[in-house]
């Protein structure tokens, strides 16, 4: 980042013009921990923020090894085609303890990342999935409000980042290998069950059977899920992302679901449940940081803490000592 | 609960000179979501709360069916004969949905509920763990006033109440059943991890071959764990309940472990490790509570939501202002 930093009105004019520097730039506002930082994201981000955007998001996950990248790529090749300015964007919170981001190599993503019409953007840094997602919704509403229409959030797979994932996006696409049952491919049950879209990927050579046999399982398997509050039915379809086989159809599949929930009110209906829950989110969080960084507090936490320690006094009493700090009788 | 309740005075006194009938009430006060009970419950608790009380607090899981109530019959009652005098209580967040708490059908233990020298409490209702539990430590702190040395913490081992009980106890003891894997059991296996004590009731008639088999097994699996921070080793035995059978050896292991972690320390440092713990979570639960129920922060949210639903506001920048009502640039 820059000694000076741009002001709002350049970072919003330079958004709006989909200037991809300064919309780098702001995200890397977002992600900053900096208070100054924040100050400056939020003033963009109350500025820019679309009321209702007309785009879709996406939210991507399978199993490591599953051709995550590859099928992004192909997808993403896809829609700019189509005229339409995909954003890739990721959630991992374990980036920052593993070094390696997902997404962090934009070499396996070639074509896509060379793309004027694309943007890709790897998973920020955080100690807490809620602070890793909070900044990934918040790069999605700086990269609509460039432009970017289809968003495809990335993540890994294996754990809470699907849940976070599926708070902030219209769809859900989960990618299968193969063959293998859910417990191979290290999936749960509750991901499969999230999911609008399954799609078998490697569907190619040798291992085309084995896909149909995947895609037969999974969809019987998605018969026997509870009815989805959207409506729904989830589809299950097969695509080789390596031979750039079977794209069209996740797009179309994708398409109709937008299509269908705008119909029912479901989409836009889901879309203010999710800003709830972020506001929501985004107040817990932020109630927490200021009242362990408030000075009265702390003072008297550590006055207190040593008699809790030592017995003298009950946890609750010491509590509540310090929560009248804030909240006098 | 009497409409004129005792003063804080009377509660104290009663408490120490374990007076049952006020104890019960005391515990009942702080069982109480209602805010006069909770500053009598809390002025009481202030006043009667032991700095280090010498008591051997022990948690009780198992699967549902492994006999925790006639092996806490047999214990308590083990425990009178030498002297002690032993109090039950219980974590189970299900009780208040299930209306069946456990405990609650005091007859499963009829000669201990009986007792004067012993005092068995249901687990109280709760719409949290975190809120349950903290009423079963608080209800903790006043039998121990009332001279009780022996806590048992029954939990119903399914799920995350045993958690919540070991962070409020020295030494947790695991029950198992003869023959069966940790799968069959349905314990998990970092249950059977966190148990200092395993014992495998039902040693008895047939079973007792089968119940050895399970100690071999366990004794086994034990060995193969992490080194715990307490520095005890895991000692796996067997009992029949039924027959009266083992409790002895049961309850030798538990002065083993008291003695042995006393020796090294790890019996203080632990308790106040825990009262951090508690600490915390009271001060997270308040904040929380307190927070909804400021009257300005009621006011903007109900202003500002409607805002973030439509898109007009981001979820962040909403969250900051209503967070600026209590903390102030």
Redesign the interface.
Known sequence: MRRSLPSVEQFVQGIRAADRVLLGQAITLVESARAEHQVLA?AV??QV?????NTLRIAITGAPGVGKSTFIEALGMYLIERGKRPAVLAIDPSSSISGGSILGDKTRMEHLSASEKAFIRPSPAGDSLGGVA?KTR?AM?LVEAAGFDTILIETVGVGQSEIAAQRMTDLFLLLLMPGAGDELQGIKRGIVEMADVLVVNKSDGDRNTLAQQAQGHYRNATHLFPAKSSGWTPRVLTCSALENKGIAAVWEAAEAFKMETEATGFFTKN??IQ??Y??K????????T??YQ?PQVRAKLAE??PE?????????????Q??QI??PK
């Not at 989110?281 to 927490?288: F, M, Q, R, T, V």
């Not at 809790?308 to 509540?320: D, E, F, N």
């Open positions: 939020q981000l109350a923020a679309t009321p209702t955007p909070r918040e509403v879309r203010q800003a709830q972020w506001l989110e985004s107040i817990e969080s932020g109630l927490h200021h009242f408030h207190l803490e809790v320690l030592a017995g003298r006094l009950s946890p609750t009493l010491a509590a509540q310090i929560l804030l909240f």
